[in-house]
């Protein structure tokens, strides 16, 4: 940890409360509590005084401490900041699991392999600290955040978030206002500073100066600096001694901070101009590398003493490390510095810096150094980019990119550099910034495939974006582009703009599925993919009947290719989703619980976090329909943790599914009118019409048919060919029991046909049972037969369920309460037992009303568990370490250690072994 030189204690001065908030912070880790503390403040406020505090603290506690800080320079190289928080923590790495090790060794740039997945890393970290503080606690501090590379920030604000049972304290300094939006540590515990009292400032200020000062000038330089503890020791140091004496001047107008840079400026200016030059060439490298430095004093014919006066004037502090007292003095001296000046303080850095060892530095430097263009340096950096791709930065390797296209000479080559540069930014997430780069590319001469490639991902960052209604057709524009140039990556664009037109909404997908039916046929073999697209053309050109069987081949090709260790083209998992999505529009349950687990199990086993939020709501939409509501709810509840944890948004379809099957109406409600409020064009929508779906499972349950046969006639009116298939039998069931037949009849029609194309036992139980509800008499018992016995094949056994209670409903009805009470009786047990509340509610009216009375569920001990824990028994009853546990849900295994020793207190147990005999709901 740095030490500020000439930097007094003093400037803790009235921090009782922050020094306490560390305190605590320190004291929980110390006891296993891990956590985090994100400090802000403008620059000079007092952050690094308050981590010299933490830190000095923390030692005195046992604590290890370690040190990391952002750099302004740095942004741009990949995982800079973590390597340097973690490289003196690197002899514990071999502890960790193989695809752990690799992970870390591929982003620090120490071993080759395909780029990690950010979240690996992070779960690697995480991991890697656990480890350390087995020994004693650990205390990470973060300097100057707000300048941390792209892929550190969102490791460490993930680390930050699992910070649940580990003796870690991990504490950010971030400058507030941020000159970067940092939004990887959103919501984590905050520490403001704010300025100091006036007394505290005044000793401050007293202790600075040394001597008596005039009472009007004190008021004054303390006014000005506005509490800030950096101000109140600078600002006297750049004050003219009239000034000290009460002289009259103009007012400075400068903020705070740049007050106090400007003063260190005027410090290093008036320096001897060989430590001028030294002092530029140790700002603009931010290794701190005390070698390197006399190397480029060396370089530069300069001896090392030129720089004891910088030292004297307290701007710098050489050791085993080059420290600058403040960030504020690194901004200053290189701001200050003019242009030509900043090239050869890079320049001779570039001829100094060891292209075997640290290429990437060196070829950047080289390209600071650059006056105008220069083909050789782009290159450099074009190789920079694809090193730190390799390494999982997407971020680095799009500025990379973005610089090599401006110091590119030839107009074709710049072009193409732009372009490649908007692609990494578009996957970096920076899709504004992509949109100026392909402006850049447009401008200068690309061939038909550079243009086509420069229109798709123009509709796909409209997509990404805004989702507006012409994005279907922008993507169906560039996939005809695409036709004559790129087959395959045309087709690709041809099944993005079908799957955009059904996360849109309004019936575009016909449109688009026209125009794929008249692209050429897929190469031989063809992709999974390939057969998906052609199915879904067939399907919305020529109907639902005679796309089935296409459709069920695509989808049959998909399981077969899942389980090839290589998969044609390497691209049929990114299909996954939209694949086991169409399962359900085929009503084939086999087939969509096998695509939907594989997706998790595939985003598991590749640390892919961001798929693995979407597989995992994916996977549990599919247990929701099959009444496994406990299960659902762990793996939603996991979904949202890892929204939490990347910053994504939470995918409100899963949750509001949920919360309607279980019969919880003020959650439904709720999500539903915060669905509505969030679009602004809700017609159409097909998120709207899963929420209409939902309202309408929510409503058949209350008993409301009247309501629930408005929202599922909403509901059916989407192209997304599964959610059709689920709302019909909503839809029959509420238009029957709100004695509308002719609607019943209308919907039951098109579910009979879906159906007999299908010829699923899920699809053709659901038909059976809609039949029954709009017959009488002995045909009505005959499909009510039908269905139990189909349903019953299925693993649908939420639908089961149903179709007991409304077989015993019909008995009940006709007279046979004998006979009801037994159908009754088995749909309440078995809507209690999965949580289907509300249905549960309307089977135990229905059993009084039969003359028996309910029995009520008896509680079990699973029932005090949380979701996470429901989880984490379910892992260990298959045998799993805490470790292997820890790995699959992205926790530390003393989190799992934690949890278990919960689990173990709800359930009455004492060991491991005993969970492998607890009944899981």
């Given at each position: 940890?740095?030490?500020?030189?000439?930097a007094?204690?003093?400037?803790?001065?009235?921090?009782r409360?922050?020094?306490?908030?560390?305190?605590?912070?320190?004291?929980r880790?110390?006891?296993?509590?891990?956590?985090v503390?994100?400090?802000?403040?403008?620059?000079?406020?007092?952050k690094t005084?308050?981590?010299?505090?933490a830190r000095?603290?923390?030692?005195?506690?046992?604590?290890r401490?370690?040190?990391?800080a952002?750099?302004?320079s740095?942004?741009?190289?990949a995982f800079?900041?973590?390597h340097?928080?973690?490289?003196?923590?690197?002899?514990?790495?071999?502890?960790?699991?193989?695809?752990?090790q690799?992970a870390?060794?591929?982003?620090?740039g120490?071993?080759?392999?395909?780029?990690?997945?950010r979240?690996l890393?992070?779960l690697a970290?995480?991991n890697?600290l656990?480890?350390?503080?087995?020994?004693?606690?650990?205390l990470c501090?973060?300097?100057?955040?707000?300048?941390?590379?792209?892929?550190s920030?969102?490791?460490?604000?993930f680390?930050?978030r699992?910070?649940?049972?580990?003796?870690?304290?991990?504490?950010?300094?971030?400058?507030?206002p941020?000159d970067?939006?940092i939004?990887?540590?959103?919501?984590?515990?905050e520490?403001?500073l704010?300025?100091?009292?006036q007394?505290?400032?005044?000793?401050?200020?007293?202790?600075?100066?040394?001597?008596?000062?005039?009472?009007?000038?004190?008021?004054?330089i303390?006014?000005?600096a506005?509490?800030n503890?950096?101000?109140?020791?600078?600002?006297?140091?750049?004050?003219?001694?009239?000034?000290?004496?009460?002289?009259?001047e103009l007012?400075?107008?400068l903020?705070v901070p740049?007050?106090?840079?400007?003063s260190?400026?005027q410090?290093s200016?008036g320096?001897?101009?060989?430590?001028q030059?030294?002092?530029?060439?140790?700002?603009?490298?931010?290794?701190g590398?005390?070698?390197?430095?006399?190397?480029a004093?060396?370089?530069?014919?300069?001896?090392?003493?030129a720089?004891?006066?910088?030292?004297?004037a307290?701007?710098?502090?050489?050791?085993?490390?080059?420290?600058?007292?403040?960030p504020?003095?690194r901004s200053?001296?290189?701001?200050?510095?003019?242009?030509?000046?900043?090239r050869?303080a890079?320049?001779?850095?570039?001829a100094v810096?060891?292209?075997g060892?640290?290429?990437?530095?060196?070829?950047?430097?080289r390209a600071?150094?650059?006056?105008g263009?220069?083909?050789?340096?782009?290159?450099?950096?074009?190789?920079?980019?694809?090193?730190a791709r390799g390494?999982?930065?997407?971020a680095?390797?799009?500025?990379?990119?973005?610089q090599?296209?401006?110091?590119?000479p030839?107009?074709?080559?710049?072009?193409?550099?732009?372009?490649?540069?908007?692609?990494?930014?578009h996957?970096?997430?920076?899709?504004?910034?992509?949109k100026a780069?392909?402006?850049a590319a447009?401008?200068?001469?690309l061939?038909?495939?550079q243009?086509?490639?420069?229109?798709?991902?123009?509709?796909?960052?409209?997509?990404?974006t805004?989702?507006?209604?012409?994005s279907?057709?922008?993507?169906?524009?560039a996939?005809?582009?695409l036709d004559?140039l790129?087959?395959?990556?045309a087709?690709?664009?041809?099944?993005?703009?079908?799957d955009?037109?059904?996360?849109?909404?309004?019936?575009?997908a016909v449109?688009?599925?026209?125009?794929?039916?008249?692209?050429?046929?897929?190469?031989?073999?063809?992709?999974p993919s390939?057969?998906?697209l052609?199915?879904?053309a067939?399907t919305?050109t020529?109907?639902y009947a005679?796309?089935?069987?296409?459709?069920?081949?695509?989808?049959?090709a998909?399981r077969?290719?899942?389980?090839?260790d290589?998969r044609?083209g390497?691209?049929?998992?990114?299909w996954?989703?939209?694949?086991?999505?169409?399962?359900v529009?085929?009503?084939?349950?086999?087939?969509?619980?096998a695509?939907a687990?594989?997706?998790?199990?595939q985003?598991?086993?590749t640390?892919?976090?961001?798929?693995?939020?979407?597989?995992?709501?994916?996977?549990?939409n599919?247990?929701?329909?099959?009444?496994?509501?406990?299960r659902?709810?762990?793996?939603?509840?996991?979904?949202?943790?890892?929204?939490?944890?990347?910053?994504s948004?939470?995918?409100?379809h899963?949750?509001i599914?949920?919360?309607?099957?279980?019969g919880?109406?003020?959650?439904?409600?709720?999500?539903?009118?915060?669905?509505?409020?969030?679009?602004?064009?809700?017609?159409?929508?097909?998120?709207?019409?899963?929420?209409?779906?939902a309202?309408?499972v929510?409503h058949n349950g209350?008993?409301?048919?009247?309501?629930?046969q408005?929202?599922a006639?909403?509901?059916?009116?989407?192209d997304?060919?599964?959610?059709?298939?689920i709302?019909?039998?909503?839809?029959?069931?509420?238009?029957v029991?709100?004695?509308?037949?002719?609607?019943?009849?209308g919907?039951?029609?098109?579910?009979?046909?879906r159906?007999?194309?299908?010829?699923t036992?899920?699809a053709?139980?659901?038909?059976?049972?809609?039949r029954a509800?709009?017959?009488?008499?002995?045909?009505?018992?005959?499909?009510?037969?039908?269905?139990?016995?189909?349903?019953?094949?299925?693993?649908?056994?939420?639908?089961?369920?149903?179709?007991?209670?409304?077989?015993?409903?019909?008995?009940r009805?006709?007279?046979?309460?004998?006979?009801?009470?037994e159908?009754l009786?088995t749909?309440?047990?078995?809507?209690?037992?999965?949580?289907?509340?509300?249905?549960a509610?309307?089977?135990?009216?229905?059993?009084?009303?039969?003359?028996?009375?309910?029995?009520?569920?008896?509680?079990?001990?699973?029932?005090a568990?949380t979701?996470?824990?429901l989880?984490?028994?379910?892992?260990?009853?298959?045998g799993?370490?805490?470790?292997?546990?820890?790995?699959?849900?992205f926790l530390?295994h003393?989190?799992i250690?934690?949890?278990?020793?919960?689990?173990f207190?709800?359930?009455?147990i004492?060991?491991?072994r005993?969970?492998r005999?607890?009944?899981?709901p």
């Amino acid at each position: 940890m740095r030490s500020r030189a000439g930097a007094p204690r003093l400037s803790l001065l009235g921090r009782r409360k922050e020094r306490a908030t560390i305190e605590q912070l320190l004291a929980r880790a110390q006891v296993g509590q891990g956590g985090v503390l994100v400090v802000r403040g403008e620059a000079g406020i007092g952050k690094t005084a308050l981590l010299d505090y933490a830190r000095a603290t923390a030692t005195t506690l046992g604590f290890r401490a370690e040190y990391a800080a952002g750099v302004e320079s740095e942004t741009q190289f990949a995982f800079s900041g973590l390597h340097q928080l973690c490289a003196p923590l690197l002899d514990r790495a071999a502890a960790l699991p193989g695809p752990q090790q690799t992970a870390l060794g591929v982003a620090f740039g120490l071993r080759d392999g395909a780029a990690p997945d950010r979240f690996l890393v992070g779960l690697a970290t995480l991991n890697l600290l656990a480890e350390v503080a087995e020994e004693g606690p650990l205390l990470c501090l973060v300097e100057d955040a707000q300048w941390l590379d792209q892929a550190s920030a969102q490791v460490l604000g993930f680390v930050a978030r699992r910070l649940v049972a580990e003796r870690i304290a991990l504490a950010f300094a971030l400058r507030d206002p941020a000159d970067r939006d940092i939004g990887a540590f959103a919501g984590l515990p905050e520490l403001p500073l704010d300025g100091l009292g006036q007394q505290d400032a005044r000793a401050l200020l007293a202790a600075a100066v040394g001597a008596p000062l005039d009472d009007v000038v004190r008021d004054r330089i303390t006014a000005e600096a506005r509490g800030n503890p950096l101000a109140l020791l600078e600002l006297p140091h750049s004050t003219l001694p009239a000034k000290l004496a009460g002289g009259f001047e103009l007012p400075d107008v400068l903020s705070v901070p740049r007050r106090v840079e400007e003063s260190f400026r005027q410090r290093s200016d008036g320096l001897p101009a060989d430590t001028q030059l030294l002092l530029l060439v140790a700002a603009a490298d931010p290794t701190g590398d005390v070698a390197l430095l006399w190397q480029a004093a060396e370089h530069l014919g300069i001896a090392r003493e030129a720089l004891a006066p910088a030292e004297t004037a307290g701007l710098v502090q050489i050791d085993t490390r080059v420290r600058f007292r403040h960030p504020l003095v690194r901004s200053a001296v290189y701001a200050a510095a003019i242009l030509p000046d900043q090239r050869r303080a890079h320049r001779v850095l570039a001829a100094v810096t060891d292209p075997g060892i640290d290429p990437d530095r060196r070829a950047w430097h080289r390209a600071q150094a650059v006056p105008g263009t220069d083909e050789d340096a782009a290159a450099e950096l074009e190789r920079t980019a694809g090193r730190a791709r390799g390494r999982g930065g997407l971020a680095a390797a799009a500025a990379f990119m973005e610089q090599a296209a401006m110091l590119t000479p030839e107009p074709g080559r710049r072009a193409t550099r732009a372009l490649e540069a908007a692609y990494a930014r578009h996957d970096a997430g920076a899709s504004e910034a992509a949109k100026a780069l392909l402006a850049a590319a447009e401008a200068g001469p690309l061939d038909p495939l550079q243009r086509a490639r420069l229109q798709l991902l123009r509709a796909q960052i409209a997509f990404h974006t805004t989702r507006g209604t012409d994005s279907p057709r922008l993507l169906l524009n560039a996939a005809r582009t695409l036709d004559p140039l790129d087959a395959a990556l045309a087709r690709d664009t041809y099944l993005d703009a079908i799957d955009a037109a059904l996360i849109n909404g309004g019936h575009d997908a016909v449109r688009v599925a026209t125009a794929a039916r008249e692209v050429p046929d897929a190469a031989v073999p063809p992709r999974p993919s390939d057969h998906l697209l052609d199915a879904l053309a067939r399907t919305f050109t020529a109907g639902y009947a005679a796309g089935v069987p296409a459709l069920k081949v695509a989808l049959e090709a998909f399981r077969d290719d899942m389980d090839k260790d290589r998969r044609n083209g390497g691209r049929s998992d990114r299909w996954l989703w939209l694949a086991a999505r169409n399962a359900v529009g085929i009503l084939d349950d086999e087939l969509a619980h096998a695509m939907a687990s594989r997706h998790v199990q595939q985003a598991r086993e590749t640390g892919a976090w961001l798929t693995l939020h979407a597989a995992l709501s994916s996977l549990a939409n599919v247990l929701i329909l099959a009444g496994e509501l406990t299960r659902a709810g762990e793996l939603a509840a996991e979904s949202t943790a890892i929204a939490e944890a990347t910053g994504s948004v939470p995918l409100t379809h899963t949750r509001i599914a949920l919360a309607a099957w279980r019969g919880d109406a003020g959650a439904a409600t709720q999500l539903n009118e915060a669905i509505l409020r969030r679009l602004s064009d809700p017609d159409g929508d097909t998120e709207v019409a899963v929420a209409q779906y939902a309202m309408a499972v929510l409503h058949n349950g209350l008993g409301n048919y009247a309501q629930a046969q408005a929202a599922a006639r909403r509901a059916c009116e989407t192209d997304e060919l599964g959610l059709t298939n689920i709302s019909l039998p909503e839809l029959v069931e509420a238009a029957v029991r709100a004695g509308q037949p002719d609607i019943a009849a209308g919907a039951l029609e098109q579910l009979g046909s879906r159906a007999l194309a299908c010829n699923t036992s899920w699809a053709l139980g659901l038909a059976a049972r809609c039949r029954a509800l709009t017959s009488a008499g002995p045909v009505a018992e005959g499909h009510y037969r039908e269905a139990l016995e189909r349903l019953g094949q299925s693993r649908m056994a939420g639908e089961t369920a149903r179709a007991h209670l409304v077989y015993g409903e019909w008995l009940r009805r006709e007279g046979r309460r004998r006979d009801a009470r037994e159908q009754l009786r088995t749909a309440h047990q078995l809507l209690s037992d999965m949580g289907a509340e509300a249905f549960a509610g309307r089977a135990a009216r229905e059993l009084r009303a039969a003359g028996e009375k309910p029995r009520k569920r008896t509680a079990k001990p699973t029932d005090a568990l949380t979701a996470q824990e429901l989880h984490i028994v379910r892992l260990v009853a298959t045998g799993a370490t805490n470790r292997e546990v820890g790995a699959q849900l992205f926790l530390s295994h003393r989190t799992i250690e934690a949890h278990l020793r919960s689990i173990f207190h709800k359930l009455d147990i004492t060991s491991r072994r005993q969970i492998r005999d607890v009944e899981l709901p």
